[in-house]
């Protein structure tokens, strides 16, 4: 009912950018928070940025003045912008969108994943 479709992932060197895009659509009712989560091979799943429907956002210390998320409501879209990159930050990053359906029931959607490799 939810599908999510992520891209703008790659391989990129230490001290690059890039800028992962997420779009939501379906039979959505309105969304309140959007946000991305990273997993690296053989870690848990973890935090990264959040952003509420009126803008509010959230990040994990570890990227704190390097990445930046932001959202589009009219397109159900949300953006991370990734600067400075680190070896550290090569994962596959998740978006996960939470909101309420036109059914009027909650949902809570995984997109696919996107590979990002930093290295050099």
């Known amino acids: 009912q939810v599908q999510l479709v992520e891209s703008g992932g790659g391989l990129v060197q230490p001290g690059g950018s890039l800028r992962l895009s997420c779009a939501a659509s379906?039979?959505?009712?309105?969304?309140?928070?959007m946000g991305w989560y990273r997993q690296a091979q053989g870690e848990q799943r973890e935090l990264v940025a959040t952003i509420t429907s009126s803008s509010s956002t959230s990040y994990a210390d570890s990227v704190k003045g390097r990445f930046t998320i932001s959202r589009d409501n009219t397109k159900n879209t949300i953006y991370l912008r990734m600067n400075s990159l680190k070896p550290d930050d090569t994962a596959v990053y998740y978006c996960?969108?939470?909101?309420?359906?036109?059914?009027?029931?909650?949902?809570?959607?995984w997109g696919q994943g996107t590979q990002v490799t930093v290295s050099s």
């Open positions: 996960k969108t939470e909101g309420v359906l036109t059914t009027s029931s909650p949902f809570t959607a």
């Open positions: 379906g039979s959505i009712f309105s969304i309140y928070r």
